[in-house]
């Protein structure tokens, strides 16, 4: 007796100590989110009653303020469950999204909230503080730990200054490097089959989100200090950036609602290419008027005005070499020409390239129909702002490509949003390259159509990164946070054993039908084109064909799909579909089945690797038939290839 009395005792003395726990269930109840607060915020996450992660010491550091999270701090607990669509302003995946959650909110008397969100596809949680006056952010902290046998997906930084290019390595998550910082997304494989993206949304007027490696099989939580100083000598790339951080790493207004956490979760590799949760946790849309938002291709000229030919002039940075970009623009409706660099000096944007008659080019590109975008470095920009914006608002620019931010603290956070405040302003669209991934500010603002953070084409320039293996990645996990601007279908056609880095003229490592069914595999409202007009006129078949594919999308159908290995898609604009085939440098053959079509018949006009496609990897054929609903296409891929179709219904 005196023993189990005793060990009653005990009992009474650990309950305390384990804290209390909330539950939180996906709308399907898949997930199970377990909510601990005891001396400290934990979050444990169950699939099928599997365990995916733990998110542990989950607090928020203020300078002056004491965060108490015990649960004798908790004054109030409140659940709420939404189901609604969402309709996005630019249809970069859907016309239509299903926003359904379930979700906790912890109101605690320290002036602070912690708000979780379960959802059939990810669990996500933020903080929220009401604080009077405005606060220091000393550092935002949490642990992510996985089992053992976790492996993860993860581009690594040496430092914080960066431009989120660096290849995708591939570990187990305890051997995951301590030096440097990881990027987000970062993608979780467990052995069961799950998957665990990690990013963020609702970045806004506070610093991005990285990770950083223990030696073990956590993972915890950094940003950015606040910029202190910066470079100001040097080139025009390296200036702006951050010099000096302090020891913390915002200063934000009192009350506010801070960054999502987004763990998305998904139980095959096609769910991931599905997950949206990134766009649906993003502010609303902060424009009143999104009517002369225009998505499209552009032709730019950084590489292409080099590789020029079959003309009367001598092609440059000049006002003949524009036109004929403009002309070829026009002719398969493309919808923008951009002026990359060259354009103006690159500490100057006031300094016009003296072989460019800009009004007369802007007299012919509205002649033809054709919008004009220029390329800036963003410091210089910044330097120069209210005489550039009036300079490009005067001669009817309709876009800015902004470049070599390579940073993602509070300062740079608010450039975007100014930013994209500022052109919509003047209806003007963006693309920012080197840049951090997507965080929701495309929601906000439509008119930032697309950005780079991401191994893209140009890298063909100088490594051997952006192979077929890469392109197999980016949709897992890059594209979860957002549209990618990869720049797609290039003529410059190479299979492993003869594709060479060449500076001024890239080769694209894959077949001609690979390259051009990354146009529909990769997600874009903005799509650029690589090579010179030159080329795309000697491959009219080819160029017609890409012509006709839309950079907007209602509805998305995953065939088939394995990390690294393959994709096969489809994707529908209005009444059309177009499906998009690439495989690593395995050939590959699969079966699709064509019940996503309605009924009746259609046709099909599909470019597929040709029979040497694996040796000379420009071989490809171009042919059509009728399909139905009913039937099953056989699709078969060299190493490296590719197979892209546009299936139109007929009358």
């Not at 979700?103 to 949680?125: P, W």
């Not at 991005?208 to 223990?214: F, S, V």
Request: charge should be negative; include cysteine; aromatic fraction near 12%.
């Amino acid at each position: 007796m005196k023993k189990l009395f005793a060990a009653l005792i005990g009992i009474l003395f650990v309950l305390p100590a384990l804290g209390k726990e909330y539950k939180l269930f996906s709308p399907d109840n898949k997930t199970e989110v377990v909510v601990t607060v005891n001396t400290g915020i934990s979050i444990k996450a169950n699939h099928l009653n599997s365990p995916l992660f733990s998110v542990d010491n989950i607090s928020l550091d203020i300078k002056g303020k004491q965060f108490k999270t015990g649960i004798e701090q908790i004054k109030r607990e409140s659940r709420n469950s939404v189901d609604r669509m969402i309709y996005p302003d630019i249809q970069e995946k859907y016309s239509k999204i299903r926003d359904h959650y379930n979700e906790l909110l912890l109101e605690y008397k320290g002036d602070f909230s912690l708000t979780i969100r379960a959802y059939n596809n990810g669990i996500t949680y933020r903080f929220n503080t009401s604080f009077d006056d405005d606060i220091i952010v000393n550092r935002e902290n949490f642990n992510l730990q996985f089992n053992e046998e976790d492996s993860i997906y993860v581009q690594k930084s040496e430092t914080f200054n960066s431009s989120y290019e660096t290849p995708y390595e591939h570990s187990a998550v305890k051997d995951v490097t301590s030096e440097g910082y990881c990027c987000l997304p970062a993608l979780v494989q467990k052995q069961n089959g799950m998957n665990v993206v990690i990013t963020e949304s609702n970045l806004v007027d506070y610093p991005g989100l990285w990770l950083k490696a223990t030696g073990t099989s956590s993972l915890k939580s950094a940003n950015p200090g606040y910029p202190v100083s910066y470079i100001r000598e040097g080139n025009a790339y390296r200036q702006g950036q951050v010099k000096k951080h302090a020891d913390h790493i915002a200063r934000v207004k009192g009350t506010r609602n801070y960054p999502w956490r987004i763990f998305a979760i998904a139980g095959n590799d096609a769910e991931l290419l599905t997950n949206t949760l990134v766009y649906q946790l993003a502010p609303p849309v902060q424009i009143e008027d999104v009517s002369w938002i225009t998505p499209g291709v552009v032709a730019f000229d950084w590489w292409g005005k080099r590789n020029i030919y079959g003309t009367d002039f001598k092609s440059g940075i000049n006002t003949e070499t524009a036109k004929y970009f403009i002309d070829f623009c026009a002719d398969y409706g493309f919808e923008y020409f951009l002026f990359d660099d060259g354009w103006s000096e690159q500490g100057d944007l006031l300094a016009i390239n003296p072989g460019l008659d800009m009004e007369e080019v802007m007299d012919y590109a509205q002649h033809k129909g054709v919008k004009i975008m220029v390329w800036a470095i963003w410091n210089t920009f910044q330097q120069q702002k209210d005489e550039v914006w009036k300079m490009l608002e005067d001669w009817g620019i309709s876009g800015i490509k902004f470049d070599f931010m390579n940073r993602d603290d509070q300062k740079m956070v608010q450039f975007y949003y100014e930013a994209a405040r500022e052109a919509a302003k003047r209806k003007m669209v963006i693309d920012f390259h080197g840049a951090y991934k997507p965080a929701g500010l495309r929601r906000a603002y439509p008119n930032v159509l697309t950005r780079e953070a991401l191994i893209e084409f140009e890298y063909n320039g100088w490594t051997d990164h952006d192979t077929p293996v890469h392109h197999n990645l980016l949709p897992y996990i890059r594209m979860v946070a957002g549209p990618m601007d990869y720049i797609p279908y290039t003529t410059h056609n190479a299979q492993k054993d003869t594709w060479r880095p060449v500076g001024d003229m890239p080769m694209g490592m894959g077949t001609r039908a690979h390259s051009m069914a990354l146009y529909v595999i990769l997600e874009s409202p903005m799509q650029m084109l690589p090579d010179a007009p030159s080329d795309y006129y000697e491959e009219d078949e080819c160029t017609q064909f890409i012509s006709a594919i839309p950079t907007e999308w209602d509805d998305l159908k995953v065939l088939h799909s394995k990390v690294g290995e393959h994709t096969v898609l489809a994707r529908k604009n209005g009444e059309k579909w177009y499906m998009g085939a690439i495989t690593n440098w395995n050939r590959k053959s699969f079966k699709v089945s064509l019940d996503f079509l309605d009924e009746g018949d259609y046709k099909m006009e599909f470019i597929r690797d040709g029979i040497n496609a694996d040796t000379r990897a420009i071989d490809y054929v171009k042919k059509s038939k009728m399909v139905n609903s009913s039937q099953t296409l056989e699709i078969d891929l060299a190493p490296g290839g590719g197979w892209i179709a546009r299936i139109i219904k007929k009358d």
